[in-house]
């Protein structure tokens, strides 16, 4: 099993431009969780899913983020539009019913300019 | 509110000395507590989660209901050893993992 696979590894983009970020959890796995990474923060929970169905959304920061799960092998985190303050690393982790370890992606390092 | 304490950002050791990552938590039930690691350029992966009670790569963690706390230790560090470690606490069967802030660990020579 490759893991947990997250695209783009990296993504630079301009100020106002929209940016998805995709995630494929393991197969089996029913949680999915997007986290996102800074020196000034740490890793904060954004948003997590259980069999598809977004379950608290309350640390998405804005309404610019906006996050998908269409199917059990995919998931989108969409910010639209992009702000420099959103430059981070995000990371997807997925987790196999509820006594289990997450998972994490790579990571996508994203780049605001 | 659930909340993870890590109050070291940068922890610096020699090799062969002993290390203490600190970690507190805030939660009034029955908490899990994890520690994930992070190495350059890889992705974060579970060290040691405090109902196996093992050690792992030496490394060991205590969980202290009494002082909520939950530090990793390792009584002799090894240059692989600098990576990112993370302290993680879950409240619930069906919750995600809260996450500290995370401390740098760097091992020299």
């Known amino acids: 099993d490759a893991g947990v696979i997250q695209s783009p590894r990296h993504e630079v983009t301009e100020m106002g431009q929209e940016v998805t970020l995709r995630c494929k959890p393991i197969?089996?796995?029913?949680?999915l969780f997007w986290y996102r990474q800074t020196m000034m923060r740490g890793l904060e929970l954004l948003i997590y899913?259980?069999?598809?169905?977004?379950?608290?959304d309350s640390g998405m920061p804005e309404d610019r983020f906006s996050a998908k799960m269409p199917n059990a092998s995919f998931s989108t985190l969409k910010i639209q539009p992009s702000e420099p303050r959103d430059s981070a690393v995000y990371f997807c982790?997925?987790?196999?019913?509820?006594?289990?370890?997450?998972?994490f992606g790579p990571g996508t390092r994203l780049t605001v300019t | 509110a659930q909340r993870v304490t890590q109050p070291e950002k940068l922890l610096s050791v020699f090799k062969g000395a002993p290390v203490e990552l600190k970690c507190n938590y805030s939660?009034?039930?029955?908490?899990?507590l994890f520690w994930y690691v992070q190495y350059s350029r890889q992705r974060l992966q579970l060290l040691l989660r405090?109902?196996s009670r093992e050690s792992i790569k030496g490394f060991t963690a205590d969980l202290n209901k009494g002082e909520t706390s939950f530090h990793l230790k390792k009584p002799f560090a090894q240059e692989e050893d600098s990576a990112m470690y993370y302290c993680?606490?879950?409240?619930?069967?069906?919750?995600?993992?809260?996450f500290g802030k995370g401390t740098r660990l760097s091992v020299i020579a």
């Open positions: 982790a997925s987790r196999q019913g509820t006594i289990y370890e997450q998972y």
């Open positions: 939660y009034s039930g029955s908490p899990e």
């Open positions: 405090h109902i």
């Open positions: 899913f259980n069999n598809n169905v977004p379950i608290d």
């Open positions: 197969s089996g796995h029913d949680y």
């Open positions: 993680a606490l879950k409240t619930g069967g069906n919750t995600p993992l809260v």
